[in-house]
T-cell receptor, first 118, second 116 residues
């Protein structure tokens, strides 16, 4: 199993450009998440999904959109990138809570995408 | 909303010694999970240990153990016999059992240096 993979690993954008980050998981997880990591602030939740076709806002959703058209994929879009969106982005996935008890309730993380917006 | 606070931005320890990382959290819930994640320079997030709030016994995983004080809302991580490979950023995280989506709320992180 590849686990959770993210594409791309690095990207540099100019202000106003758009891009999509792709997250894929092969563990048949229901839940998927997008976080951003900034120095001194830990990881903050952007959006999440509790199943195919459903998405919800997290702590810092402004400027981002997401889609979960397939269970294994969770896309994060930036329509008009801003320097404040320079960050490291992590995708994660996990089982349904009723199944998670046998799996330590763990969220499995991807390797991260470093995004710089100039 | 829940909050998680790690008041030690940086800590250092000598190899083979013991170090304790602090974490406090704020919640009105009674049933939840707490986690410690490790992030080495590779950036990969690695689960170190977890604690279920309804369990009074402190969790242990080999050289890693926690001191869970529910009334004080404190969840510290103790690393015994520290090794060079323990050097990393450590994050404390909270997960509600009732909030939709099983989301994690993270602390700011503690950068641990292990000196040879």
């Amino acid at each position: 199993n590849a686990g959770v993979t993210q594409t791309p690993k690095f990207r540099v954008l100019k202000t106003g450009q758009s891009m999509t980050l792709l997250c894929a998981q092969d563990m048949n997880h229901e839940y998927m998440y997008w976080y951003r990591q900034d120095p001194g602030m830990g990881l903050r939740l952007i959006h999440y999904s509790v199943g195919e076709g459903t998405t919800a806002k997290g702590e810092v959703p402004d400027g981002y959109n997401v889609s979960r058209l397939k269970k294994q994929n969770f896309l994060l879009g930036l329509e008009s990138a801003a320097p404040s969106q320079t960050s490291v982005y992590f995708c994660a996935s996990s089982y349904l809570p009723r199944l998670a008890r046998t799996n330590r309730n763990e969220q499995f993380f991807g390797p991260g995408t470093r995004l710089t917006v100039l | 909303a829940q909050t998680v606070t790690q008041s030690q931005p940086e800590m250092s320890v000598q190899e083979a010694e013991t170090v304790t990382l602090s974490c406090t959290y704020d919640t009105s819930e009674s049933d939840y999970y707490l986690f410690w994640y490790k992030q080495p320079p590779s950036r990969q997030m690695i689960l170190v240990i977890r604690q279920e709030a309804y369990k009074q016994q402190n969790a242990t995983e080999n050289r890693f153990s926690v001191n869970f004080q529910k009334a004080a809302k404190s969840f510290s991580l103790k690393i015994s016999d520290s090794q060079l490979g323990d050097a990393a950023m450590y994050f404390c995280a909270y997960r509600s059992r009732v909030t939709s989506g099983s989301r994690l709320t993270f602390g700011e992180g503690t950068q641990l240096t292990v000196n040879p």
